[in-house]
Nanobody, 122 residues
Framework: VQLQASGGGLAQAGGSLRLSCAASGRILSSSTMGWFRQAPGKERGFVAGIRWTGRSPYYADSVQGQFTISKDNAQNTFYLQMNSLKPEDTATYYC????????????????WGQGTLVTVSS
């Protein structure tokens, strides 16, 4: 499984960005796809997850209502739409594949993309 994240960049507070993660290789339909983020000096934390089928999204409390995870089944690509960005959203964002829907633990995700940096200025 290969995951390629893109779409990071610089945004102003209150702005929006959309991250993409292109997936290739053999991915079981039972898989869960997720986004995590890691700010400098902090641990990697869960942001959002969704079933490979594109159903049943779930979110960290900190981004509920602000971020939206979705999947384009035709493109095998999933997205993280980030709105109302805040400086504290600044981090490197990673996409990942796991096997346990509902998990918020990085240890449950076995395949990872390379990360894309999001910087939000105040």
């Amino acid at each position: 499984v290969q995951l390629q994240a893109s779409g990071g960049g610089l945004a102003q507070a209150g702005g929006s960005l959309r991250l993409s993660c292109a997936a290739s290789g053999r991915i079981l339909s039972s898989s869960t796809m997720g986004w995590f983020r890691q700010a400098p000096g902090k641990e990697r934390g869960f942001v959002a997850g969704i079933r490979w089928t594109g159903r049943s999204p779930y979110y960290a409390d900190s981004v509920q209502g602000q971020f939206t995870i979705s999947k384009d089944n035709a493109q095998n690509t999933f997205y993280l739409q980030m709105n109302s960005l805040k400086p504290e959203d600044t981090a490197t964002y990673y996409c990942a594949r796991g096997s346990q829907w509902g998990s918020r633990q990085a240890i449950d995700f076995s395949s990872w993309g390379q990360g894309t940096l999001v910087t939000v200025s105040s």
